[in-house]
């Protein structure tokens, strides 16, 4: 997996809210990439600033008050963060797509399914007749398993279920073929029976269109389930990025091994859940030393006065911990991986 | 066998849909549909279903917060659905309520102090000092300080809220919590600290508790047994341990199948069963679950089944299973 190309790379992204508390940096220095084809989740706790990730990828971040103060976000090798409003629209759908957790409030409860459908189809498909966008919107509605598309097309969103309501939303992001689909814990408002048929067409379409899906989730679960790798985010920050085999099997972030150990697990039960102590931060809310110190069984001083960098422990695993700096592999190992 | 401290025969709850100038009733939404089950002292009960099958609103009417339309509560030997609101006010000392979301539940123009005190106030127990000692008490058992009682709501972390709306569920000594969802809203490292408390709570203070909840993990976790609710009605209700293990109802099968496990190795036989619930103010008939059922028979669309013992202190209701399985069968 590693062999696949980086179709999109955030590198060293600052995000900031300014707000009267002053500037709270909601995501601080993040790097990650997304390589062709695959299943990358980003996983953790709220607040630690996934859903301003995703915004930033897609210029959608609400300005004022945000604004990216820093770092690159290179989708084939072009710069997002220094396009205009009006070339992010046309990079919007056409080659980076997203999807939200609740789909009502992106779907204008004004205008039937078919009517956006084909809006978002013609607004990058100016050539097209509407004829041809219709035919299109018929297709995407077929494909992410919606029965008597014909009749769906003249429907208003009140009159879906969450989950079909899920499903138009991933077909209007899939019109353009994009090549990057952001989905934003798209099954977090969905019943779990509904979840599973979400997640299993997530998964059907990244196979068959070859679509790239970055999968934002709190939820251990579902990463596990559908992602080759993952990005474990902590207070605005990547802690440890793996494949999902190796995360899960040999976590070394303290973090991220006490969030595996607190979740139930339905198959079998445990005595007592181990618990991290203390509260997730509030973004900006701590500045010095490692953002996790406070929670962490395992911090000594430097901790509480040095930020660690994001040590590369193999040629596929990431951790920003003291413990494994001293594991961190050559640069020259590195560059194989960039490459 | 010792009485069980909550008994429950045929609670059913149809609210009424009113339409037009005249608000005449035009039909019912049967959020609770007959529902029976018990709750032995010092157990752990779990209810799971998905949104909107009724969990809520059976709890609610436990406490009578809701009227039900028909159907008996019986708690500690006491029928609570036909006793005088003045009666049931105080049996409510006994029985407390905890919520999902337990900012909207604390009043955020009082303190901490304040809002632990009112349940002792209501029912009048103790004086103005012995109260505060109480509040006190109670903030340290939760895993707070007593020096947070002078804050105000806004001023604490959904984990810390939440403790402190366990925390005044147990001002005035109940039996029974009925806890709706008590973990949902909070993240992962903070929801293991709360139910970590709730069983330390529980076996401290022998408590018996509700606990409705949507994920299935937690449930196991919490729960000595669980039903498990479809479409206002229980469709399987047992041990913990044989629910999860040997899911007797197809729809229990479905659901358990459909639950992420975190664990990129684990393999499962998914059920992926078709299409949404059904609206509870139009349920299908005999079988609510017929039209999602991969094992519908005939049978299924006529006749209601009934929650029936399949296998020792194993109840579900499903034709499969039972007396008119047999009768099929032959
Ligand atoms: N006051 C009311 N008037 C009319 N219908 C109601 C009322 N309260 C609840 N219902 C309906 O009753 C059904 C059961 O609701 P309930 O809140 O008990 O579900 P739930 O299992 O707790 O769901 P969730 O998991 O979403 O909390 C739903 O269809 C709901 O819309
Ligand atoms: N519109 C906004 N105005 C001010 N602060 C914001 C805004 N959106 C997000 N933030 C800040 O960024 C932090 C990270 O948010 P978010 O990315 O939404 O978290 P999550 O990981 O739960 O998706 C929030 O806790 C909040 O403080
Ligand atoms: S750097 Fe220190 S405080 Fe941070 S996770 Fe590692 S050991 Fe813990
Ligand atoms: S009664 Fe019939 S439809 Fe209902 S769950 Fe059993 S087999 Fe399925
Ligand atoms: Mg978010
Ligand atoms: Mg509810």
Known sequence: MSERKAILQVKGLRTSFFTDDGEIPAVDNIDFSVHEGEVLGIVGESGCGKSVTSLSIMGLVPSPPGKITGGEILFENQDLTKLSDKEMRMVRGNDVAMIFQEPMTSL???????????EAILIHRKDWSKKQAKNRAIEMLNLVGLPRADELMKDYPHQLSGGMRQRVMIAMALVCDPRVLIADEPTTALDVTIQAQILQLMKDLNERLNTAVLL?????????????????MYAGQVVEEGPVQTIFKDPQ???TKGLLQSVPDMRFKKQRLYSIPGNVPKPGSIRTGCRFAARCEFAFDKCLTENPDLYQTSSVHKTRCFLYKNQEVSANDRTLVES | MTEPLLKVEGLKKYFPIRKGVLSRVSGYVKAV????FFVNKGETLGIVGESGCGKSTTGRMLMRLLEPTEGKVVFDGKELTNISNDDMRKARREIQMVFQDPYASLNPRHTIEKILEEPLIVHGLGDAKSRKKKVRELLEIVGLSSYHAKRYPHQFSGGQRQRIGIARALMTNPKLIIADEPVSALDVSIQSQVLNLMQDLQKDLQLTYIFIAHDLGVVRHISDRVGVMYLGKMV????????????LHPYTQALLSAVPVPDPNFVRDQILIKGDIPSPSNPP?????HTRCPFKMDVCTTVVPKLEEAEPGHFVACHLYGERAALINR
């Open chain 2, 285 to 289: 008939s005999g079988c609510t679950f």
């Open chain 1, 216 to 232: 934002i989730t709190h939820d251990l679960g579902v990463v596990a389930e559908t992602c080759e790798r993952v990005v474990v």
């Open chain 2, 236 to 247: 399987e209700i047992t041990e913990s341990e044989l629910l999860y293990d040997k899911p």
């Open chain 2, 33 to 36: 549909d007959d529902v029976s």
């Open chain 1, 108 to 118: 204008n409860p004004l205008f039937s399914i078919g009517n956006q459908l084909m």
């Open chain 1, 253 to 255: 972030h303290p973090y």
